[in-house]
C-alpha cells in the first residue's frame, strides 16, 4: 500500500512512538500533582514546552497544549472574540479556512458581523480586497498560513503588512499544514495553532500560541490545567512526543522539501500528456490537487485505492460529509474541475519508487475512465 493522504494525518515517527511508550510508563505521573512524581512529570511538560517554542523561535509566546489544531482554533477565536468585543464586532476570515475555522465563526454570526476575505484565481488571501474590508470596527482577522486543499502558501507578511495600521485588530494563523513543512516567520501573528499528527507526531495533541494575551477566558472549564485556558490532566505522553515530532519534521525539512519537488516536478510533466487533466499551482511541495475534468473525485480516489494507492478528495473532514471543495469554489474553479479534483499528500518518507507507482496508477485510471473525461 502507499500511503499519500498525508495532509489528513501522517505516520507517526517510529522514534516518536519510542517516546510516547516511554513516557507513559516511566512518567504516567499527573503533571498536576504536588508530590515528586508530579513534579518529576511537570518537569518534562515544561522542558519540552520550551523545546517546541525553541524550535518554533517563538520563546517569547504563551503555549498551551491542547488535543489539536481543531480546539486551538476554536479556543482562539471563541476567546479572543469575548475579549475583544467591547471593541468593535467585526470579524474577517479568509474563504480558504479549515471547518474548525469557519464552523465556529458560522456559529457566532449573530453576535459578530463576519465577512469573508475573497481569493484570487491561484489559491491565495486577495489583499487589496482585505484593505478594502479593514475599518476600525475590526477586532479579527483569520487567515491560514498553507491552505490544506491546494498547498497554497498565503501571503501572511502582506496581510501584516496590511494590520500594521489597525492595532485593535487581532491576527490568528492556522499553521497546521505548515509546521516542519516551510518556515513561517510568526512575528505580527498574535495567535496560531498546530497539530501534531501532521508532522509525525501521535493524535490527538497539540498547541495555541498567543502572544501578550492575558486572562483568557476558558472554552473548557475545570481544575484549571494549562494556565486556566485548557483544563483537563495534560497528555504528558502526546507532548513530549510532539516534541520529538517537531524535531525530526524540522531536521528533516530541507532535504524532504527537495525531494518532493524533484517528485512534483515529474508527475506534473507526465500529466501534460494527459488530456483532461487539470493541476492546481501549490507553492508547498507535500500537498499536490489535480481534476480529472469529467470524472468524480470519489470515482478516481476508489480507483487509485484499487491500485493500493491512498489519496483524498478534499479534507478528511470535508470528503465524509460529501461537501463541495470550498477551496476550489473560492478559487473560481469550473465545476469539472471542482467535482473531478483529488489532492495527493507526501511525506518524508515518500521516495521516487512510490511516486513512479502512482504516475502509473494515474495513468492507467485515465485510461479506464476514458470516455468519461472532457
Ligand atoms: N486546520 C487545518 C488546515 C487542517 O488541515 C486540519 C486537519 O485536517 C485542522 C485544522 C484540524 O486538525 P485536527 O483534526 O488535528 O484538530
Not at 500533582?33 to 519540552?48: F, N, P, T, V
Not at 463576519?114 to 470596527?137: A, S, Y
Not at 483537563?232 to 515530532?245: D, E, H, Q, S, Y
Not at 488530456?275 to 469529467?294: A, R, Y
Request: net charge negative.
Amino acid at each position: 500500500m502507499i500511503y499519500l493522504d498525508n495532509a489528513a494525518t501522517t505516520k507517526p515517527d517510529r522514534s516518536v512512538m519510542e517516546t510516547f511508550q516511554k513516557v507513559s510508563e516511566d512518567y504516567f505521573y499527573n503533571t498536576a500533582s504536588i508530590h515528586q512524581a508530579g513534579r518529576k512529570a511537570e518537569a518534562l511538560l515544561e522542558a519540552s514546552r520550551r523545546q517546541i517554542k525553541a524550535l518554533l523561535k517563538v520563546e517569547h509566546y504563551d503555549c498551551v497544549f491542547t488535543s489539536g489544531a481543531t480546539e486551538s482554533n476554536n479556543i482562539a477565536i471563541q476567546s479572543v472574540l469575548e475579549m475583544k468585543k467591547a471593541f468593535g464586532r467585526t470579524v474577517l476570515v479568509s474563504e480558504l479556512e479549515h471547518p474548525s475555522v469557519i464552523n465556529v465563526l458560522e456559529e457566532m454570526r449573530g453576535e459578530f458581523n463576519v465577512q469573508f476575505i475573497k481569493t484570487t484565481r491561484d489559491g491565495k488571501v486577495d489583499t487589496t480586497h482585505l484593505k478594502e474590508l479593514m475599518t476600525n470596527d475590526v477586532i479579527f482577522v483569520t487567515v491560514m498560513a498553507v491552505n490544506n486543499i491546494t498547498g497554497s502558501v498565503q501571503p501572511l507578511d502582506e496581510i501584516k503588512a496590511v494590520l500594521a495600521d489597525y492595532p485593535k485588530a487581532h491576527f490568528h494563523t492556522d499553521a497546521t499544514q505548515a509546521v516542519g513543512k516551510i518556515n513561517i516567520n510568526y512575528d505580527g501573528i498574535d495567535t496560531f495553532s498546530i497539530s501534531a499528527h501532521k508532522f509525525y507526531g501521535v493524535k490527538g495533541i497539540g498547541a495555541l500560541f498567543m502572544k501578550n494575551i492575558k486572562n483568557v477566558k476558558p472554552v473548557l472549564f475545570g481544575g484549571g490545567h494549562e494556565s486556566n485556558i485548557r483544563s483537563g490532566t495534560v497528555n504528558l505522553p502526546g507532548v513530549t512526543a510532539m516534541a520529538k515530532a517537531l524535531r525530526i519534521a524540522e531536521e528533516t525539512r530541507d532535504v524532504t522539501y527537495q525531494n518532493l519537488l524533484s517528485y512534483n516536478d515529474k508527475i506534473r510533466k507526465e500529466m501534460l500528456n494527459l488530456t483532461s487533466v487539470e493541476m492546481q499551482p501549490n507553492d508547498v511541495p507535500h500537498i499536490l490537487n489535480m481534476s480529472f475534468k469529467g470524472a468524480k473525485g470519489e470515482v478516481v480516489v476508489n480507483a487509485l485505492s484499487e491500485r493500493g494507492i491512498m489519496v483524498s478528495t478534499t479534507s478528511a473532514c470535508a470528503s465524509k460529509r460529501h461537501s463541495l471543495n470550498e477551496t476550489l469554489l473560492a478559487m473560481k474553479e469550473s465545476q469539472d474541475v471542482i467535482e473531478g479534483s483529488i489532492r495527493i499528500s507526501f511525506s518524508k518518507d515518500t521516495d521516487e519508487g512510490e511516486t513512479d507507482r502512482l504516475i502509473e496508477a494515474l495513468k492507467s485510471v485515465h485510461e479506464e475512465l476514458g470516455d468519461v473525461l472532457v
